[in-house]
T-cell receptor, first 113, second 112 residues
Framework: RKEVEQDPGPFNVPEGATVAFNCTYS??????FFWYRQDCRKEPKLLMSVYSSGNEDGRFTAQLNRASQYISLLIRDSKLSDSATYLC??????????????FGTGTRLKVLA | DTEVTQTPKHLVMGMTNKKSLKCEQH?????MYWYKQKAKKPPELMFV???????INESVPSRFSPECPNSSLLNLHLHALQPEDSALYLC???????????FGPGTRLTVL
């Protein structure tokens, strides 16, 4: 089993749709979780950190389910500009700070006009 | 200043050349990273510097040589590269080991 797994997609959705991505991780001791977005031929940009209580930033909501070892990203009212690859990132060793972040393979989203 | 800068943006080099990639951050971050990214793949960790000391080397070939001259700068020296080393090289920094990483725009390297 991979340490961090994502559905590669692509997810093709119409503008205005709601879309959800899941990401599973294998190390139950993991403490830090992040979602990044990456546009074609650009660097990954931090979208959200994911906290135990869940967090929301405008149209984006991230949640953590420790029991099932997955994190999710929900995008409401999709815009054309949301088209990108969404990377799930896990720091498997949390507070011990080993600096080694594990990246999922990314989920491609295409929002269609 | 909340960004990571990288130079050059693009680099084309022959297999016998020696070149260096440069990364700089002025956010006071104590950890800096080099990643390699091939098309349609996630970034692949190469090196981590923590407090200016090399803390992780992911079994990278010796033709890649990192250097951290001070807390703001990170270099990657390249020598005798192979065509399969062509990729996007990303630098990142973070305040510590569990925090968010911030990426520079990358250097797109082509080895002929």
């Amino acid at each position: 089993r991979k340490e961090v797994e994502q559905d590669p997609g692509p997810f093709n959705v119409p503008e205005g749709a709601t879309v959800a991505f899941n990401c599973t991780y294998s190390n139950s001791a993991s403490q830090s979780f992040f979602w990044y977005r990456q546009d074609c031929r650009k660097e990954p940009k931090l979208l959200m950190s994911v906290y135990s209580s869940g967090n929301e930033d405008g149209r984006f909501t991230a949640q953590l389910n420790r029991a099932s070892q997955y994190i999710s990203l929900l995008i409401r009212d999709s815009k054309l500009s949301d088209s990108a690859t969404y990377l799930c990132v896990v720091n498997p060793f949390g507070t011990s700070g080993t600096y080694k972040y594990i990246f999922g393979t990314g989920t491609r989203l295409k929002v269609l006009a | 200043d909340t960004e990571v800068t990288q130079t050059p943006k693009h680099l084309v080099m022959g297999m016998t050349n020696k070149k260096s990639l440069k990364c700089e951050q002025h956010m006071g971050h104590r950890a800096m990273y080099w990643y390699k990214q091939k098309a349609k793949k996630p970034p692949e960790l190469m090196f981590v510097y923590s407090y200016e000391k090399l803390s992780i080397n992911e079994s990278v070939p010796s033709r890649f040589s990192p250097e951290c001259p001070n807390s703001s700068l990170l270099n990657l020296h390249l020598h005798a590269l192979q065509p399969e080393d062509s990729a996007l090289y990303l630098c990142a920094s973070s305040p510590g080991g569990t925090n968010e990483q911030f990426f520079g725009p990358g250097t797109r390297l082509t080895v002929l």
